[in-house]
């Protein structure tokens, strides 16, 4: 058996409330995704929709292959290291540690030769060669992400969180710097949209290279101070990554979901926008305002001539001649350059869906703080048998969650244009603004079922949060590729799948957890304050910035009709926001949709409501 010699822990620990377990790395995550703002924000107006496009693409396939290499690992790793440091176990924690070190490199290591050497193949799944190389530029960031994800487990395993938030922080840091200056040089070059992509995406490679070698030295402080004498045997090899991978896993299953099917759309979507516009070219009014189709009518025309008499002009026909030529070797011929035209034309528009996207994923982000600190305080008060804590912290995760998600989503929805015309000139306001408006929407149940996971994880159903994002995955995949392929619809239906999606998501996931969680939340006080706060914010923000953009709104010389300038545009939207913002804070004080228990587990809650005199 196992010796185990158990160390003095230190006395007086403070404890945790539900927030303040994760404040440290819920303040990184925030300074992260503000950087990540403002440097995804310029991106994007600096290589323009179609870069934009291209580096979406190539970080879609990074993020997939990325959260298959390093998901569950890191929670895996610190909580084995946490277990065996609780214990004394320094041996093991050792061994714990160099063996998940071993299988970062192995998986890191296939994923870097899957993106560097099948780059191509890649691009051509996400119909958009031109993404190669950026999948390139971001193959070696696989190999460091895989071990800062080894070090972040063993340090959160040690209840070190300051490393694991201050190495995020420089990796973010060296992508704003490093990838803005690159696209911006390589615009200012002349070179084309995809290759300043990839200059982009190389800061996301040197800020993981900063960001191990920052982890690395921490690791080696770390060590230096921690006792050398251990006299406890660890488990063997065999045992340990047996641990490790059955806890590591159901968290990479669930985590992967989403990343794949994002892919899976993505591609799609793109897929069928190029199906359609040379299929069924009645679609192009949709965009003729925005997009020049003289190049494709001409394309079209050209290629229709080298078809034998009476075979159709569809897309299988042309992907069949094109994958042909390919293998052929041919340099140049009528079906390429159609090909090269169609890819450019949706390119274009799904850059616009591209800068939609980003401002979607930022209240999701933000999520992260709440899901990370559900799981150990739902835990920790089951393994005491409190199942009334347990609940009570779950309807406080799902209640402070709705108080977040409802107003930012129901704002997105209506300041979707205006919001798009402010952050990013460069896109096309009338496809990109009610693209927003509907990930707006999307955006509230997305936050919710992300919390569900938690809840429903941190109660021991590891694989049904894996078998519901499957279910909601199909639906939306089917949805898209319904939608997007409607002449009348086109680009505004890529959005559209989030919702039935998310929506059934949320609805079995609030299902199961009124059946099997003890003391289910009551949903009615939980959403409906929130819900109706929200909707008399987005009438108060429509109604302020509709009248202030009528009082800025001018007739230009020799014009007819007023015209709102871009820095009225500006000014209305921040205004709206503002007053939208007032509004919201003030009803939920009024219908006191937040309780002081809901507060009192937050850092500085009590003081918090008392400020409120709640």
């Given at each position: 058996m196992a010796q185990r010699e158990t160390y003095p822990r230190g006395g007086g620990q403070k404890q945790n409330?539900?927030?303040?377990?994760?404040?440290?790395?819920?303040?990184?995550?925030?300074?992260?995704?503000?950087?990540?703002?403002?440097?995804?924000?310029?991106?994007?107006?600096?290589?323009?929709?179609?870069?934009?496009?291209?580096?979406?693409?190539?970080?879609?396939?990074?993020?997939?292959?990325?959260?298959?290499?390093?998901?569950?690992?890191?929670?895996a790793v610190s909580k084995l290291v946490s277990e065996a440091n609780a214990q004394g176990r320094r041996n093991q924690v050792r061994r714990t540690f160099q063996l998940a070190l071993c299988i970062f490199l192995a998986l890191g290591a296939v994923s870097f030769l899957v993106m560097f050497f099948r780059a191509d193949a890649l691009a051509a799944m996400m119909n958009d060669t031109k993404s190669a190389p950026g999948i390139k530029a971001m193959a070696p960031a696989v190999i460091c992400v895989g071990c800062l994800s080894a070090l972040r487990g063993y340090s959160q395993g040690h209840m070190h969180m300051t490393p694991t938030s201050v190495s995020q922080i420089i990796e973010a840091l060296c992508k704003l710097v490093v990838g803005l200056s690159l696209a911006y040089a390589l615009t200012q070059a002349g070179q084309p949209p995809e290759i300043a992509a990839a200059g982009a995406i190389t800061g996301v490679t040197v800020g993981t290279v900063v960001a191990l070698a920052y982890m690395v030295l921490s690791f080696a402080f770390a060590r230096a101070k921690e006792p050398r004498l251990a006299r406890d045997v660890p488990d063997s090899a065999g045992t340990i990554i047996r641990d490790i991978l059955h806890i590591a896993i159901p968290v990479t299953l669930g985590s992967s979901m989403v990343g794949i099917v994002t892919v899976v759309d993505a591609?799609?979507?793109?897929?069928?926008?190029?199906?359609?516009?040379?299929?069924?070219?009645?679609?192009?009014?949709?965009?003729?305002?925005?997009?020049?189709?003289?190049?494709?009518?001409?394309?079209?025309?050209?290629?229709?001539?080298?078809?034998?008499?009476?075979?159709?002009?569809?897309?299988?026909?042309?992907?069949a001649q094109v994958d042909k030529e390919l293998a052929a070797g041919t340099a140049r011929s009528a079906a390429l350059t159609l090909h090269n035209t169609l890819e450019s034309v949706s390119r274009t528009l799904y850059g616009n869906y591209s800068g939609a996207l980003t401002i979607y994923n930022l209240p999701n982000a933000l999520m992260a703080a709440i899901t990370a600190s559900v799981i150990p305080a739902v835990s920790g008060a089951l393994t005491r048998r409190d199942r009334r804590g347990a609940s009570r912290v779950s309807s406080a995760a799902l209640r402070i969650t709705a108080l977040l998600a409802c107003p930012m989503g129901i704002g997105l929805y209506v300041m979707g244009t205006p919001i798009m015309q402010l952050l990013y000139p460069s896109l096309e306001k009338e496809i990109a603004g009610p693209l927003l408006s509907v990930l707006g929407l999307a955006n509230i149940l997305v936050c919710l079922v992300l919390v569900c996971n938690s809840i429903l994880q941190a109660h021991g159903f590891v694989t049904l949060p894996v078998i519901v994002m499957l279910l909601g995955g199909g639906l939306k995949i089917l949805a898209n590729y319904i939608v997007v392929a409607m002449p009348t619809v086109g680009i505004y239906g890529a959005p559209v799948g989030n919702l039935p999606c998310f929506g059934l998501c949320l609805l079995l996931d609030l299902l199961i957890i009124a059946r099997a969680v003890p003391r289910r939340p009551r949903y009615l006080e939980i959403f409906l304050k929130p819900a109706l706060s929200s909707l008399v914010m987005g009438a108060a923000a429509w109604?302020?910035?509709?009248?202030?953009?009528?009082?800025?709104?001018?007739?230009?010389?020799?014009?007819?009709?007023?015209?709102?300038?871009?820095?009225?545009?500006?000014?209305?939207?921040?205004?709206?926001?503002?007053?939208?913002?007032?509004?919201?804070?003030?009803?939920?004080?009024?219908?006191?949709?937040?309780?002081?228990?809901?507060?009192?587990?937050?850092?500085?809650?009590?003081?918090?409501?008392?400020?409120?005199?709640?």
């Open positions: 409330t539900f927030f303040g377990g994760a404040a440290v790395l819920a303040m990184g995550i925030l300074v992260v995704k503000l950087i990540g703002m403002f440097y995804k924000i310029p991106l994007v107006n600096i290589i323009g929709d179609q870069g934009s496009t291209d580096f979406t693409n190539a970080y879609n396939i990074y993020s997939v292959l990325l959260t298959i290499s390093t998901a569950g690992l890191p929670v591609g799609l979507v793109q897929g069928q926008l190029q199906r359609v516009l040379l299929e069924k070219p009645e679609c192009w009014a949709l965009y003729a305002q925005y997009v020049d189709f003289t190049p494709l009518e001409a394309a079209i025309a050209a290629w229709k001539e080298t078809l034998a008499e009476g075979a159709s002009a569809t897309m299988s026909a042309l992907s109604a302020v910035y509709g009248i202030a953009s009528r009082v800025l709104s001018r007739v230009p010389e020799g014009g007819t009709e007023a015209v709102l300038s871009r820095t009225g545009s500006a000014i209305c939207t921040l205004g709206a926001i503002g007053v939208a913002m007032v509004v919201y804070f003030a009803l939920v004080i009024a219908l006191r949709a937040i309780s002081r228990e809901d507060l009192s587990l937050m850092p500085k809650g009590d003081k918090i409501a008392r400020m409120l005199r709640l």
